[in-house]
Nanobody, 123 residues
Framework: QVQLVESGGGLVQAGGSLRLSCEASGRTISDYVVGWFRQAPGKEREFVVR????????YYTDSVKGRFTISRDNAKNTVYLQLGNLRPEDTGVYYCAASRFGGATTNRDYDYWGQGTQVTVSS
């Protein structure tokens, strides 16, 4: 199995940027599709974006298109999420997750999860 650890969260003003990292251990991350989810206070965890094993395919939820960019460096066993033009509604705990399913977009599709990193966007 694979263990995932997120980092890079923090407090940022609206319009600002952050880069999140998801580092894998235990197994090579290239075996998995990797997704990012987020959970705002009082809300359910929601899908944000996923990236294919080789990095050539990505799928974003509509609310982050053009603002967030996912990438991966399989040699470093790490997936990144660049957050740009941040809005207060982007606030939440961001989780990365790994799946063997190519079309994974729901929580149930993912088998392994990190502990999350907090992103707070002030207005």
């Amino acid at each position: 199995q694979v263990q995932l650890v997120e980092s890079g969260g923090g407090l940022v003003q609206a319009g600002g940027s952050l880069r999140l990292s998801c580092e894998a251990s235990g197994r090579t991350i290239s075996d998995y599709v990797v997704g990012w989810f987020r959970q705002a206070p009082g809300k359910e965890r929601e899908f944000v974006v996923r990236i294919s094993r080789g990095g050539g395919g990505t799928y974003y939820t509509d609310s982050v298109k053009g603002r967030f960019t996912i990438s991966r460096d399989n040699a470093k066993n790490t997936v990144y999420l660049q957050l740009g033009n941040l809005r207060p509604e982007d606030t939440g705990v961001y989780y990365c997750a790994a799946s063997r399913f190519g079309g994974a977009t729901t929580n149930r599709d993912y088998d392994y999860w990190g502990q999350g990193t907090q992103v707070t966007v002030s207005s």
